[in-house]
């Protein structure tokens, strides 16, 4: 390995690479952000919806998270397109992730929410609040103790299966990796690089999740 070659080429890369990085954060944000929201709606109408609007969410969770990642994608990009839908990569990308986010989130939602004691609903109920102000003060606080954790693993599956888009053609982190590598042929150096940035993105999001926890936790 030699190592003062591979600095020199990684700071002639360091706008291509720098630019696939934050391709990587935003892809990795937008689809946890929004996956998060649909989820938290899936999640309600899977714990108090009606028993038809059950079985369709149901069906929603178990099929997209039945499917890999991969095909998600490739249907996003190409099914989409067939059916007059244009998406540019990224776009659908992104969808592809927020759908796979959603059914994740979904499910943590739903569990956190059915192990809360049905009769705190019924007390703030009986206190006039509606359920918009009975879901925001009583049921939220208390289900984010047991969301949190598995929402932060769901976040870092996200960063990771941001990887994926590179096979429509997003210049994310990994691929203008490689493509730094085609041109310098160091390719054990950069992939190196590239592990460690993710490792750090990673790291990152569990810090900021346990910082959030010890925050809400009970004292």
Request: charged share 10%.
């Amino acid at each position: 390995m030699n190592f003062s070659l591979f600095l020199t080429e990684l700071w002639n890369a360091r706008l291509s690479l720098l630019s696939g990085l934050g391709d990587t954060i935003l892809i990795s944000v937008a689809s946890v952000v929004l996956g998060s929201i649909l989820g938290v709606f899936v999640g309600l109408a899977m714990t108090y919806g009606a028993k038809w609007l059950r079985f369709i969410v149901r069906l929603y969770i178990d099929f997209l998270r039945g499917t890999p990642v991969f095909v998600l994608i490739l249907a996003c990009f190409y099914i989409l397109s067939v059916v007059g839908l244009d998406l540019t990569a990224f776009q659908a990308g992104v969808l592809a992730l927020t759908l796979f986010c959603s059914s994740h989130v979904g499910e943590i939602v739903r569990g956190a929410l059915s192990a809360i004691p049905q009769g705190q609903t019924e007390a703030a109920k009986s206190v006039g609040l509606t359920f918009g102000q009975t879901f925001v003060y009583v049921l939220l606080p208390q289900a984010l103790r047991q969301i949190l954790p598995t929402w932060v693993n769901t976040a870092t599956e996200i960063v990771k299966a941001s990887t994926l888009l590179s096979i429509i053609g997003v210049v994310e982190l990994l691929l203008a990796t490689q493509q730094v590598i085609s041109r310098t042929y160091l390719s054990l150096e950069f992939y190196l690089f590239a592990g460690f940035v993710y490792f750090l993105l990673n790291f990152v999001i569990e810090q900021a999740g346990r910082a959030v926890e010890r925050r809400i936790s009970i004292p």
